[in-house]
């Protein structure tokens, strides 16, 4: 595959560098006339008249991915591959695969799926009954893979946690909040912002919902926490960026526009007293004009005029910050991260920022053409060719990746995983269970004392990493590959026609996790699986058991490339 197809920009090349393509008929066509336009070939320098419409070469055909490079592309845009994944993939090429992907409806919301499952009852008003269920069976089992990989970046971004949401109907309140993320995650990010800003899960989350204006007489002021985090964690940051995601030396806001900010965010309510049912934290937030601070608000060099309604400064609050130049390179880059590589190159950095200022028609923000472009960047399609390339892989996607690699299933319906967020014996990490609004991980986090942190690169993901997470990771993915949870069991009918052969075992197991083992390891593997007899019982078993459980544990699936 070409760079330019696989997502290089027509900018990164310089004017008279030719493109590094192998030769077809347009480039040979063109050659002629490229050695003029540089100054090349001899002659007066005069391009030659244009060939006849009958002459013009065909379009370009497609190069299609092998089944690895396909289960390389997947580990980026998905939860985990399944072998069909692979097949689609292989058979009709990345572009193909993204169309398909971006026009896949959801098939159930988790909203509606709490509620089909029994869930909206008085009987679970004060508990989280459902949410691990509804978060962990669509992360499985839904097939609009890229968006789930996507709105699950995106509650990485834009962070909303469980137990942070203080209120009845909780795992309705957070549903709904992630149900906004996913819908949303092939749309505009003005148009997430809103609701994100508008929902019930944020207004509790970051303590805005009743936020009331100043009170002269009693001296108190409004909630200044989600007008700071919208600012810091959600869009702008805490410095003035480049384009290219780089930083430069000044603060991009000041205690005097969080507090200018935090005035446009007083009077929100629930638009219902009703708490017999959870409807209400399924819809907008709205504003108790009363509560309202009506007076004018100042912040990032924007005022919105005394005497402007609620719903008005709210636009014009949010117009203004997806304004700020900061908001491409700071979204675009903490995309990229959870796509594809901790470390992108500003250049990387830089091209999808530009997409997310222009997607080619003029409109800014749009994700769908951001998403596209960081997995068809050639940085993401090429050959990793630095040891720094990459990103650890949370703890959540390895799960969900050997889960869809060998078809687990829930015949009840009642995906009892759990929650998976104990260090001392689960995962460390469990969807839509982020302990703060900071994440389970920063973007710009560096081990510290580490060879990472020396060459001045972050690694997030380890934050969450350390020696007891990963024996508790090891310990009970082993116990899941072989017993499952409840009735949540994979499926490895497949896999076990392989079994008697190590090499070909070791080898399916690789492709399937997306995990790249170099031929050391797979030797390694091969050798331990070879050291169970399939003659004995269940030996079949214990040979795929074993290929899967010391690859989820090799450093180079856990790494992903």
């Known amino acids: 595959m070409t760079e330019e197809a696989a997502g290089r920009l027509p900018s990164d090349q310089d004017e008279c560098e030719p493109a590094d393509t192998a030769f077809d008929g347009a480039a040979l066509a063109g050659a002629s006339f490229f050695l003029a336009s540089c100054g090349g070939g001899g002659g007066s320098g005069s391009p030659p008249p244009a060939p006849p419409p009958s002459s013009a070469p065909p379009p370009p055909s497609v190069v299609l991915p092998t089944r690895q490079q396909a289960a390389r592309f997947l580990s980026q845009a998905t939860m985990g591959a399944s072998r069909a994944d692979l097949d689609q993939v292989a058979s009709v090429g990345f572009e193909a695969w993204l169309d398909a992907q971006f026009n896949m409806a959801r098939q159930t919301s988790h909203w509606d799926w709490l509620v089909s499952a029994g869930y909206a009852t008085t009987a679970t008003i004060n508990s989280q009954a459902g949410f691990d ?26 962070v909303v946690g469980i137990d942070g949401v203080n209120a009845p109907w909780r795992q309705f309140a957070v ?3 992630v149900d906004v993320l996913m ?40 909630d200044e926490n989600y007008a700071r985090e919208l600012m810091q964690l959600f869009t702008i940051g805490l410095v003035r960026l480049n384009p290219d995601g780089s930083a430069q030396a000044a603060e991009t806001y000041t205690q005097a526009d969080i507090t200018g900010l935090a005035r446009v965010f007083t009077g929100f309510v629930l ?17 108790n004009g009363a509560q309202h601070e009506t ?8 005022t919105i005029s005394a005497g402007t ?39 990387y950095v830089g091209r999808i920022s530009a997409v997310f200022e222009n997607n080619g028609t003029g409109v800014r923000g749009d994700l769908r053409a951001v998403v596209r472009a960081i997995l068809l960047d050639f940085e993401a399609r090429s050959d990793p060719v630095t040891p720094s390339y990459g990103k650890l892989r949370p703890p959540i996607q390895r ?9 687990a299933s829930s015949p009840s319906n009642s995906w009892s995983i759990g929650d998976t967020s104990s260090t001392a014996n689960r995962l460390g990490q469990s969807p839509g269970r982020s302990p703060s609004v900071f994440n389970f991980f920063r973007p710009g986090y560096r081990p510290p004392n580490t060879p990472i942190a020396t060459a001045g690169l972050v690694a997030p993901e380890f934050q969450i990493a350390n020696e007891p997470s990963v024996i508790a990771y090891v310990n009970y993915m082993q116990a899941l590959v072989a017993n499952g949870a409840g009735d949540f069991r994979a499926d490895y009918t497949d896999i076990l026609t392989r079994a008697g052969d190590s090499a ?12 790249q083992l170099s031929a050391a390891t797979k030797t390694s593997i091969a050798a331990a699986v070879d050291s169970i007899a399939i003659t004995v019982a269940n030996g079949s078993l214990s040979r795929v058991y074993t290929a899967i459980v010391l690859t989820l544990a090799s450093p180079e699936y856990l790494i992903q490339k």
């Open 133 to 158: 269920p509804v978060m962990w069976r669509q992360l499985i089992a839904s097939p609009d893979q890229l968006r789930q990989r996507v709105g699950m970046a995106l509650l990485d971004l834009l």
């Open 175 to 177: 549903a709904a909040y």
């Open 183 to 222: 819908d949303n995650a092939f749309g505009n990010f003005r148009a997430l912002l809103q609701q994100v800003s508008t929902s019930p899960a944020m207004g509790y989350y970051l303590t805005f919902l009743g936020n009331r204006k100043a009170n002269p007489a009693t001296g108190a002021v409004p």
């Open 271 to 287: 638009d219902s007293s009703d708490n017999s049912t959870p409807d209400r934290l399924r819809r907008p937030m709205a504003i």
């Open 295 to 302: 007076g004018s608000k100042t912040f990032l060099g924007t």
């Open 309 to 347: 309604s609620g719903a008005d400064s709210l636009k014009l609050a949010l117009d203004a910050i997806f304004a700020h130049p900061n908001v491409a390179p700071f979204v675009s880059k903490q995309l990229i991260q959870r796509l594809v590589t901790s470390n992108p190159s500003p250049a």
């Open 399 to 407: 799960l969900t990746a050997w889960a869809r690699a060998f078809n």
């Open 504 to 515: 070909v075992l070791v080898g399916e197991v690789d492709l399937l996790l997306g995990a």
